[in-house]
């Protein structure tokens, strides 16, 4: 079955620190995958998308992340955290609008 | 350049009932998508509606249904309200494949 698995249910990091947030997909063939984040009673808002290509993105607000066929991952990454980086992470993988989400990384940021 | 609007953005229903929440969709996009978000869960893909036609479904029952209108803007109807159908429902609009674009929700509590 497709599924997409966030490993990490809660992160702190320090405001400065880099960031790493893990995302594993399983599907038949590569998905289109994205990562999006939600603000408390928001809706999602879209950081970076890969469809195909260079396996490196980047997104919005110095957010990126790599594609790995090998290891079945898009991990999302950002060298320095803001605390406005505080927030739900969610990665999602598919096509058409029909997305697999995974459960969320909750992200806090200590001063 | 509009966003994605949905209405209302709070409600409570007793279980049993029926309810009607609406979206509207980003100008010129021709494809909306309906999801729920249970709390601490990531969204759960319901529908997508394309042309003001069915054009997908997650694993919803029935008394899930929808409608889009020619302007595309969509309506999400459940019927015989559940408790467990409380959440946060949101609509998304796209027009290239799988770039989302999401509303804020509706918050939904069925008592």
């Known amino acids: 079955a497709q599924s997409v698995t966030q490993p990490d249910i809660h992160i702190t990091v320090s405001e400065g620190a880099s960031l790493e947030l893990r995302c594993n997909y399983s599907?038949?063939?590569?998905?289109?995958l994205f990562w999006y984040v939600q603000s408390p009673g928001q809706g999602l808002q879209l950081l970076l998308k890969?469809?195909?290509?260079?396996?490196l993105v980047q997104g919005i607000k110095g957010f990126e992340a790599e594609f790995k066929r090998s290891q079945s991952s898009f991990n999302l990454r950002k060298p320095s955290v803001h605390w406005s980086d505080a927030a739900e992470y969610f990665c999602?993988?598919?096509?058409?609008?029909?997305?697999?989400f995974g459960k969320g990384t909750k992200l806090s940021v200590k001063p | 350049e509009t966003g994605v609007t949905q209405s209302p953005t709070h409600l409570i229903k007793t279980r049993g009932q029926q309810v009607t929440l609406r979206c509207s969709s980003q100008?010129?996009?021709?494809?909306v998508s309906w999801y729920q978000q249970a709390l601490g869960q990531g969204p759960q893909f319901i529908f997508q509606?394309?042309?003001?036609?069915?054009?997908g479904r997650g694993n919803f029952p029935p008394r899930f249904s929808g409608l889009q209108f020619p302007n595309y803007s969509s309506e999400l109807n459940v019927n015989a309200l559940e408790l467990d159908d409380s959440a946060l429902y949101l609509c998304?609009?796209?027009?290239?494949?799988?770039?989302?674009?999401f509303g804020n929700g509706t918050r939904l509590t069925v008592t």
């Open positions: 509606y394309y042309r003001e036609e069915e054009n």
């Open positions: 100008s010129g996009h021709n494809t």
């Open positions: 599907y038949g063939a590569t998905p289109y």
């Open positions: 998304a609009s796209s027009l290239v494949e799988g770039v989302l674009h």
């Open positions: 890969y469809f195909s290509g260079d396996t």
């Open positions: 999602a993988g598919g096509s058409q609008g029909n997305l697999i």
